[in-house]
Nanobody
Framework: QVPLVESGGDLVHSGESLKLSCSSTRSDFNMWAVGWYRQAPGKEREMVGI???????HYGDSMKGRVTISRDAANNAAYHQISSLNPEGTAVYVC????????WGQGTQLTVSS
Protein backbone atom coordinates (compact mmCIF):
# COMPACT_ATOMS: atom_id res chain seq x y z
CA GLN A 1 0.00 0.00 0.00
CA VAL A 2 1.13 3.51 -0.83
CA PRO A 3 -0.59 5.92 1.58
CA LEU A 4 0.25 9.13 -0.27
CA VAL A 5 0.71 9.84 -3.97
CA GLU A 6 1.77 13.17 -5.46
CA SER A 7 1.05 14.28 -8.98
CA GLY A 8 1.17 17.36 -11.15
CA GLY A 9 4.90 17.90 -11.52
CA ASP A 10 6.00 19.02 -14.95
CA LEU A 11 8.48 21.01 -16.99
CA VAL A 12 7.38 24.63 -17.06
CA HIS A 13 8.80 28.02 -17.99
CA SER A 14 9.68 30.83 -15.65
CA GLY A 15 6.69 32.92 -14.70
CA GLU A 16 4.17 30.14 -15.13
CA SER A 17 2.00 28.57 -12.44
CA LEU A 18 1.40 24.98 -11.49
CA LYS A 19 -0.85 23.03 -9.15
CA LEU A 20 0.37 19.91 -7.39
CA SER A 21 -1.81 17.36 -5.67
CA CYS A 22 -1.40 14.83 -2.89
CA SER A 23 -4.00 12.10 -2.57
CA SER A 24 -4.50 9.07 -0.37
CA THR A 25 -6.63 5.96 -0.20
CA ARG A 26 -6.57 6.05 3.60
CA SER A 27 -9.90 6.90 5.15
CA ASP A 28 -8.24 8.87 7.95
CA PHE A 29 -6.39 11.20 5.57
CA ASN A 30 -8.82 14.01 6.29
CA MET A 31 -8.04 13.78 10.00
CA TRP A 32 -4.38 14.63 9.43
CA ALA A 33 -2.53 17.82 8.84
CA VAL A 34 -0.77 17.72 5.47
CA GLY A 35 2.57 19.29 4.74
CA TRP A 36 4.30 20.06 1.47
CA TYR A 37 8.07 19.97 1.29
CA ARG A 38 10.61 20.35 -1.44
CA GLN A 39 14.14 19.10 -1.90
CA ALA A 40 16.48 20.46 -4.52
CA PRO A 41 19.76 18.75 -5.45
CA GLY A 42 22.41 19.36 -2.81
CA LYS A 43 20.02 21.14 -0.47
CA GLU A 44 18.11 20.18 2.64
CA ARG A 45 14.44 19.42 2.58
CA GLU A 46 12.47 22.62 3.00
CA MET A 47 8.94 23.12 4.25
CA VAL A 48 6.76 24.88 1.71
CA GLY A 49 3.43 24.90 3.50
CA ILE A 50 1.18 23.02 5.89
CA UNK A 51 -2.60 22.83 6.07
CA UNK A 52 -4.21 21.75 9.30
CA UNK A 53 -7.34 19.92 10.29
CA UNK A 54 -9.37 23.13 10.35
CA UNK A 55 -7.91 24.43 7.08
CA UNK A 56 -5.53 26.71 8.90
CA UNK A 57 -2.33 27.15 6.91
CA HIS A 58 1.30 27.92 7.60
CA TYR A 59 3.83 28.76 4.91
CA GLY A 60 7.57 28.62 4.75
CA ASP A 61 9.50 31.80 4.15
CA SER A 62 11.09 31.01 0.81
CA MET A 63 7.90 30.82 -1.23
CA LYS A 64 5.49 32.76 0.95
CA GLY A 65 3.14 34.82 -1.15
CA ARG A 66 3.52 32.57 -4.18
CA VAL A 67 1.98 29.41 -2.73
CA THR A 68 -1.58 28.51 -1.80
CA ILE A 69 -2.25 25.30 0.11
CA SER A 70 -5.74 23.82 0.06
CA ARG A 71 -7.50 20.52 0.54
CA ASP A 72 -10.59 18.70 -0.71
CA ALA A 73 -12.03 16.23 1.78
CA ALA A 74 -14.38 14.70 -0.78
CA ASN A 75 -11.40 13.57 -2.84
CA ASN A 76 -9.00 12.77 0.01
CA ALA A 77 -6.59 15.26 -1.48
CA ALA A 78 -4.44 18.24 -0.65
CA TYR A 79 -3.07 20.75 -3.13
CA HIS A 80 -0.66 23.54 -3.51
CA GLN A 81 -0.72 26.14 -6.21
CA ILE A 82 2.59 27.75 -7.09
CA SER A 83 2.74 30.99 -9.01
CA SER A 84 5.56 33.04 -10.53
CA LEU A 85 7.82 30.06 -10.82
CA ASN A 86 11.53 30.49 -11.41
CA PRO A 87 14.42 28.04 -11.81
CA GLU A 88 14.98 28.07 -8.05
CA GLY A 89 11.68 26.25 -7.76
CA THR A 90 13.13 23.20 -9.47
CA ALA A 91 12.91 20.38 -6.95
CA VAL A 92 11.14 17.22 -5.95
CA TYR A 93 7.98 18.17 -4.10
CA VAL A 94 6.79 15.74 -1.44
CA CYS A 95 3.73 15.61 0.77
CA UNK A 96 3.56 14.31 4.31
CA UNK A 97 0.73 13.39 6.64
CA UNK A 98 0.07 11.50 9.83
CA UNK A 99 2.41 12.97 12.41
CA UNK A 100 5.92 11.82 13.22
CA UNK A 101 7.07 9.88 11.35
CA UNK A 102 3.71 9.56 9.61
CA UNK A 103 3.70 8.94 5.88
CA TRP A 104 5.66 10.41 3.01
CA GLY A 105 4.81 10.33 -0.64
CA GLN A 106 7.35 9.44 -3.31
CA GLY A 107 7.50 12.97 -4.66
CA THR A 108 6.76 14.67 -7.94
CA GLN A 109 9.40 16.45 -10.01
CA LEU A 110 8.97 20.09 -10.91
CA THR A 111 11.47 21.57 -13.34
CA VAL A 112 11.42 25.27 -14.18
CA SER A 113 13.33 26.43 -17.23
CA SER A 114 14.82 29.86 -17.71
Amino acid sequence: QVPLVESGGDLVHSGESLKLSCSSTRSDFNMWAVGWYRQAPGKEREMVGIIGLRINTHYGDSMKGRVTISRDAANNAAYHQISSLNPEGTAVYVCHAGGNPGYWGQGTQLTVSS
